[in-house]
RNA sequence: GGUGGGGUGGCCGAGUGGCUAAUGGCAGCAGACUGUAAAUCUGCCGGGCUCUGCCCUACGUAGGUUCGAAUCCUACCCCCACCA
């Protein structure tokens, strides 16, 4: 048994990963790593569409509720701290399965980044202040005479060029190509994809779901607690068109629809991520297919991989870890 | 019924004689992506082709003026505002 090969589950927003997740733990004695950048973040889970309480006392849950709406999460602190996940996975004797539409997230745990290099938090500080007065256009500019190998990208991308250059002394795509991590396990991938049409379907009845559960009260009660509309938990989908209204920036009546063509162009990204950035062993799956079936696929070949225990010592496994 | 404003590409909206297949924006499609990534960017976007160019169809409808019209004139249809 290879205790590095982990699945990779991964795909659009609305796409059925958490069931399926939630069907395979039926069957394998497994705990789940979430990639998802905006699950990380507390008291937002509407507008995130965490799993839901039953779902995280059968299975747990790693990556969830684990960051301050006003507190910066990231995906260097998602590569460090899943392996610490990993880690105590293994030793409760169970197999990890990250499953998460976070591409960037996936990247860090499956391929690794790099060994960044300390930076000074309050000469950070001082820098953002500073960068963030220049227009995008100097700032790109900025990025490009600092590090050569810079590809544009806008204003994100520059500012973080040019902070990792002024603040370590060396280019970002020199630290990318000279200090390479290693990567936290060795993915098997499993991308769950359907035909447009019914992502487009799934996502508009989630996004009508999200405002009648409480999406609105439920960001009304972030903001109450002092955060800025720009805190880093309040820059989702949904989550934004939510603050907008309540910003008085948008009527309320706009807020499903402007959900649904957010969210949808989001899933659009992420298919194109995982078409193109996820290389390995790829394993392409019809999510229109019921759950159970998916993950009865997956554990067959998860088996038959990884030389995983049968389901009977899942169950006693369960009951002795239950909480 | 009267007066005024308006009908532009899937939508919104510029354009008031040639440089216009028609500025922008939205939506859509494709792509990029190494620590803010549900972010941030890029390209395409009437149709067809023998595709650094050519052809066709387009600015409510039908005519007209003009070498040339989305842009001017006439009639008609529809929408909005105000007055009745």
Not at 185 to 191: F, G, N
Request: proline share 6%; net charge positive; charged share 25%.
């Amino acid at each position: 048994m290879d205790a590095d090969s982990v699945p990779v589950i991964v795909g659009p927003t609305a796409i059925g990963k958490t069931a399926v997740a939630m069907a395979l733990a039926e069957l394998i004695p497994l705990e789940v790593v979430s990639a998802d950048s905006r699950q990380v973040y507390r008291r937002l889970d509407i507008g995130t569409a965490k799993p839901g309480r039953r779902e995280r006392s059968r299975v747990p849950h790693h990556g969830v509720d684990i960051a301050e709406p006003g507190e910066r999460y990231s995906a260097g602190r998602f590569a460090l701290e899943s392996q610490q996940w990993l880690a105590d996975i293994r030793g409760r004797g169970k197999l990890p399965v990250v499953v998460g539409g976070t591409g960037l997230y996936v990247r860090a745990i499956a391929d690794g980044l790099f060994l960044e290099p300390p930076l000074e938090a309050d000469r950070r500080q001082a820098l953002e202040t500073w960068t963030g007065r220049l227009t995008t256009a100097d700032l790109v500019r900025w990025a490009g005479r600092l590090d050569p190998g810079f590809a544009g990208g806008g204003r994100q991308r520059a500012t973080r060029a040019v902070e990792v250059a002024l603040l370590s002394g060396y280019p970002l795509t020199w630290w990318q190509q000279v200090a390479r991590a290693e990567a936290a396990i060795r993915p098997w991938y499993v991308v769950l994809t359907a035909p447009r049409p019914i992502i487009h379907q799934r996502i508009a009845s989630r996004s009508s779901e999200m405002i009648r559960r409480g999406l609105i009260e439920e960001v009304a009660a972030v903001l109450a607690e002092g955060h800025l509309a720009g805190a880093p938990g309040l820059d989702g989908v949904g989550v934004r068109e939510a603050v907008e209204y309540l910003h008085g920036q948008r009527d309320r009546d706009s807020v499903p629809e402007a959900i649904t063509i957010a969210t949808r162009q989001y899933a659009k990204r992420q298919q194109t991520w995982f078409r193109h950035q996820v290389t390995g062993t790829v394993w392409t799956l019809d999510a229109t297919r019921p759950p159970e079936q998916l993950a009865a696929e997956i554990a067959a070949v998860w088996r038959q991989r990884d030389q995983v225990p049968p389901a009977a010592d899942h169950l006693s496994a369960r009951s002795e870890s239950g909480t």
